[in-house]
């Protein structure tokens, strides 16, 4: 090797970014029309802009910019009032803000004609454009491309596909947009960006281009000291043209660094180069990113699927689309709804006919304990810690934030699929999130923070038929058919609900004397319903008092009231009126169970006020068990105190969190 490769000086300043190369002055979109020939173009890759025909639309005001870009950023998902008015004004809107961004969404309309349609969808707005060329997807689409390709070896393609990619960003993305945009989005774009470049560098590396990127890497090391990949690919540029000191100082110097900013020592894929640097290791196709990601066991942690999955085709086709593709930023995406509605039964068959998206493992873990209660971050993390290869005895015994730091340098930079399963709320959450590019498929009854309503599934119950279908596949569709009305009435007496009714279909199928109507028979009498349906370790009773085991005594009481609730929704005022509650008290309490998913909203009366409706099965459990934890007698004041109190005052510390 020759020293032929630009000396390491004439660093750019810290926190500078990186040149971007300006795009070219035209496109090609996937139907290999040119600029002119696409109807429309969306840009958000630099200034956020549209273009018609080749010409660039007046769009006036960083506030128009703001929603355009919001709205396709969503990807054809609905963008609401609230999330608009949070990206305008932030946290001090102003008390016009609905007709604001009404006034805003109509200009716009205008000013893009009849090639983009934006739809009123409460609870926001949506971008309708189809076969417009939008830069952002183009861009992921050939950084996919160029992925692929190298994972494949196929190097001057991969290098090819992800120069386009990177050719696309015009400047800083969303250069134009309200402050608030920026915080929310620019972050993940250029996070995706550098990953791109870090692919389109590998490659040239695996092309024998060590030459040509040393100048550039040295620069982008200097404004990212902290992005392991790139200061390992440097260390090969330099190895390769025969400064093997220099290679070597790169390390140190970045050992340095990750100690004093962030308190740890490098991880997996910088480690791996040090020691090919010193071994003389790093010739062509030995670089640290074909090794990443590739070395210590491939996890594979998914229980086994529990039978048919009936009637979730849309929930299933949309986590596909979901889990179906690679993105170079971390992906959370909630499954919920109430107790036995199936949400496990939905997450573990997406992830399974997704796995080969996650080339280095599917990893699972129960947050609830055998005893109910939701299970201490800190054992969780063990758990995971293993599965990846770590084999310290003591990991259990850890400091929390030792085994964050040491999960997530694991983690980093692999592709992995992570199922949280019951997860209690977001302080339990919180400190099992991987680093990117893992997805993360969670289901809670609960709705979370850290999740955005986007990707969040709320499972509604089944259909009849699904229902049906359901109950035919454990128990038989032919005895179904024998008497199909009193199946119906199974379906119904079930409440619609998945695991009640594979309860059912589990007696009829260890029963076979057992008839359709026999069994509807049993399930007619309200107050025998919820011990009929147990089978086995399956007790229906005993999943759906879990979500009230967590809560508190107000609650408890409120959730007692309940049993008293007839079919129709009812209002806060009828649970206060109970109870001796305030309308706000009582409100307050509702609110709470429907966020443990013991209750769900059904719309509002005719003044604006919450109306709330009770699954039937839920109506029993209430009525069959003293849940009321407060003195009948109490204080009224010490009641409405307790209900009008903050959630978090009232919340139960998850064990072990910290």
Request: aromatic share 4%.
């Amino acid at each position: 090797m020759t020293e032929s490769c630009p000396p390491a000086h004439s660093r750019p300043r810290r926190g500078d970014n990186p040149p971007i190369t300006a795009s070219p002055t035209f496109f090609i979109c996937r139907n290999g029309r040119t600029r002119r020939g696409c109807p429309m173009e969306f840009l958000v890759l630099g200034p956020v802009e549209a273009v018609r025909d080749g010409e660039r639309v007046a769009l006036s005001g960083s506030k128009i910019h703001t929603v355009l870009a919001a709205m396709l950023l969503a990807q054809d998902r609905v963008v609401s009032d609230a999330r608009l008015s949070s990206l305008l004004w932030g946290w001090d809107p102003p008390a016009t803000a609905s007709a604001q961004i009404y006034t805003y969404m109509s200009r716009l309309r205008k000013q893009l004609g009849d090639e983009a349609d934006i739809v009123r969808r409460p609870p926001g707005y949506m971008l309708r454009a189809p076969g417009a060329l939008i830069d952002l997807h183009e861009f992921r689409q050939l950084a996919r491309d160029g992925r692929r390709a190298l994972a494949e070896r196929r190097f001057e393609e991969a290098s090819e596909s992800l120069r386009r990619a990177m050719r696309l960003w015009r400047g800083p993305a969303l250069a134009n947009v309200t402050e608030h945009l920026l915080d929310a989005e620019l972050a993940p774009l250029e996070e995706e960006r550098m990953l791109a470049l870090e692919s389109r560098i590998e490659a040239d590396l695996e092309l024998g281009r060590h030459e040509q990127v040393t100048a550039e890497l040295t620069g982008l090391v200097a404004s990212f000291p902290v992005r392991e990949r790139l200061r390992a690919q440097l260390m090969t540029a330099l190895y390769r043209c025969g400064r093997q000191a220099d290679a070597l100082h790169a390390y140190y110097e970045g050992r340095g660094v990750l100690a004093e900013q962030l308190g740890i020592d490098p991880g997996e894929v910088l480690g791996w180069t040090y020691q090919a640097v010193l071994g003389g290791e790093l010739g062509l196709g030995r670089t640290a990113g074909a090794r990443a990601g590739r070395t210590g066991p491939v996890p594979s942690m998914l229980p086994a699927s529990d039978g048919e999955l009936v009637g979730r085709e849309h929930e299933l086709r949309a986590l596909r689309e979901r889990l179906g593709h690679e993105e170079p930023t971390q992906r959370r995406i909630l499954v919920t709804g109430m107790a036995g509605i199936g949400k496990t039964a939905l997450a573990v068959r997406a992830a399974a006919e997704n796995g080969e998206h996650f080339p280095d493992g599917l990893l699972f873990a129960e947050l609830r304990g055998s005893d109910g209660a939701p299970r201490a971050p800190r054992a969780v993390l063990a758990q995971l810690l293993r599965a990846l290869g770590e084999s310290d005895p003591n990991l259990p015994a850890g400091d929390l934030d030792e085994l964050v730091r040491l999960y997530r340098t694991r983690t980093a930079g692999r592709r992995l699929l992570l199922v949280l399963d019951n997860v209690s709320g977001d302080r339990q959450l919180a400190p099992l999130l991987p680093a990117g590019p893992a997805a993360v498929l969670i289901t809670s009854r609960r709705r979370l923070a850290r999740v955005t309503a986007g990707d969040t599934f709320a499972l509604p119950l089944l259909d009849e038929e699904a229902g049906l279908d359901l109950l035919a596949a454990r128990a038989g569709r032919q005895r179904l058919l024998e008497d199909p009305d009193r199946a119906e009435d199974l379906v119904a007496y079930c409440g619609r609900l998945p695991l009640a009714l594979a309860i059912a279909g589990a007696r009829l199928a260890a029963r076979p004397h057992w008839t359709a109507a026999r069994l509807a028979a049993r399930l007619a009498d309200p107050a025998a319903r919820l011990a009929e349906l147990a089978f086995g370790d399956l007790d229906l009773s005993r999943v759906l008092g879990s979500s009230v085991e967590q809560l508190g005594a107000v609650e408890r009481s409120v959730f007692g009231a309940l049993g008293g609730a007839a079919g129709e929704p009812f209002p806060a005022r009828w649970a206060g009126d109970r109870l001796g509650l305030s309308e706000e008290a009582a409100e307050n309490a509702l609110e709470s169970l429907v966020d443990a998913a013991l209750l769900e909203l059904s719309g509002l009366d005719d003044q604006g006020r919450p109306l709330y409706h009770c699954h039937e099965l839920v109506r029993l459990l209430a009525a069959a068990a003293p849940w009321e934890a407060l003195e009948p007698r109490g204080p009224r004041e010490q009641v409405s105190a307790l209900a009008l109190a903050p959630a978090a005052a009232r919340d139960t510390p998850v064990t072990g969190a910290g």
